[in-house]
């Protein structure tokens, strides 16, 4: 892509906008109150705003290689802060996709350097999952299942989080695990079963609020 049409894209952009509503650069200025933060991955054809129909203002996002959230991680947790204790969102998401390159790295044993320490986060979901996994036959289903389950896992490392245990009490905020197929555009709910995955290690985790 021409960089130059960048910007070309970005005047026509504002032109639309501004057809549409006069003031909108106005009301986008005034600030934001997003209700759902969104952790995806940096997948160029995964768009968050895009594939939920969404607006500017809408949505707090963050993405990284295969949406992963390791408690070492001083970006996205400071992304869950943000997001769960200064905006108030009332929904976390955590959403997937098919066809993840950084799912079927993780699955390999090549050397790739500084990415290898980032893929042992989804190696150690596949660690805990090995049995599932391995009883899987066909290689694309087994690539889908892990991406399905490292959402799940990122999906519990957020509930682990201080921030995201007090707004549950709190606000009722709600964790949810998606998964985006490129394949189809149809993005998924994993319905997740929290509270059943969890109850082993509630006790462990939990974050006495003080109250």
Known sequence: MDIKQIFKNNENWIARQLETDSNYFEH????QSPSILY????????????????QPGEVFVHRNIANVV??????VMSVINYAVSILKVDHVVICGHYGCGGIKAA??????GILN??????????????????????DNRRYERL????????????????????AVIDRK???????????TGKLIDLN???????????????INSGK
Not at 39 to 54: K, Q
Not at 70 to 75: A, E, I, K
Request: glycine share 4%; charged share 30%; with cysteine.
């Open 39 to 54: 952790i995806g991955c940096s997948d160029s054809r995964v768009t968050a705003e895009e594939l939920m129909g969404v």
């Open 173 to 183: 905020l709600t964790v949810h695990g998606w998964i985006f197929d490129i394949g």
């Open 147 to 166: 991406a399905e389950l490292n959402v799940q896992e990122q999906c519990i490392n957020v509930i682990k989080t201080s921030e995201v245990q007090k």
């Open 28 to 31: 986008l200025s005034q600030g």
């Open 107 to 112: 699955m390999q044993q090549s050397d790739l």
């Open 117 to 138: 320490p980032w893929l042992r986060n989804i190696r150690d979901v596949y660690r805990l999952h090995r049995k599932e996994l391995d009883a899987i036959e066909d």
């Open 70 to 75: 390791p408690n070492t991680d001083l970006s």
């Open 192 to 206: 997740i079963d929290f509270e059943n995955i969890t109850k082993d290690i509630t006790e462990i985790y939990r």
